[in-house]
């Protein structure tokens, strides 16, 4: 409610900051399309393999409270 309600004073301001037309990632931050490539690819491969840690330290407690 509140957005709707003030939807009209906030979306030109955002939109505005936000709005940088039809650029891509390596444009706007000056580097390689293929070091972007390889962060991103890193970044998930370490974020899966947190969540895979964290799932099994939960089954390890859980198979010591039966």
Do not use: C, E
């Not at 939109?15 to 891509?24: E, K, L």
């Not at 580097?31 to 840690?53: C, G, N, Q």
Request: aromatic share 16%; no cysteine.
């Amino acid at each position: 409610m509140i957005y709707g309600l003030t939807y009209q004073q906030v979306f030109p301001k955002i939109s505005a900051v936000a709005n940088y037309g039809s650029t891509i990632m390596p444009d706007l931050w000056h580097v390689s399309a293929a070091l972007v490539i390889i962060f991103f690819t890193l970044f998930s491969l370490l974020l899966f393999y947190l969540i895979d840690r964290a799932h099994m330290q939960r089954k390890d407690k859980l198979a010591k409270q039966q």
